[in-house]
Nanobody, 119 residues
Framework: QVQFVESGGGLVQAGGSLRLSCAAS????????IGWYRQGPGKQRELVAR????????NYADSVKGRFTISRDNAKNTVYLQMNNLKPEDTAVYYC????????????WGQGTQVTVSS
């Protein structure tokens, strides 16, 4: 079973930056569109950004457009999320998952990485 290991979160002041990483196990990484998701306090998990298998197409939630950049390295089975100009409302636990799997209630998720933005 594929496992995702997220890292790079932390505490940052508003306006600051963080770079998240997510490493995936297995040999299907390069064939899948993958996304970064987040779940804030008392909120449902939401898709923040996604990138196609070859990295040619990216999509972003309106709330992060222009501030976050998703990228991937298929040789390393790793997806990244560069987050700039962070806002307190970006505070959440951030996860990665294959977009095709994420809507499946039985899908396995990693532990995520906590991002806390102070005002």
């Amino acid at each position: 079973q594929v496992q995702f290991v997220e890292s790079g979160g932390g505490l940052v002041q508003a306006g600051g930056s963080l770079r998240l990483s997510c490493a995936a196990s297995g040999n299907t990484f390069r064939r899948n569109t993958i996304g970064w998701y987040r779940q804030g306090p008392g909120k449902q998990r939401e898709l923040v950004a996604r990138i196609t298998s070859g990295g040619g197409v990216t999509n972003y939630a309106d709330s992060v457009k222009g501030r976050f950049t998703i990228s991937r390295d298929n040789a390393k089975n790793t997806v990244y999320l560069q987050m700039n100009n962070l806002k307190p409302e970006d505070t959440a636990v951030y996860y990665c998952n294959y977009v095709a799997w994420a809507s499946n209630p039985d899908s396995a998720w990693g532990q995520g990485t906590q991002v806390t933005v102070s005002s």
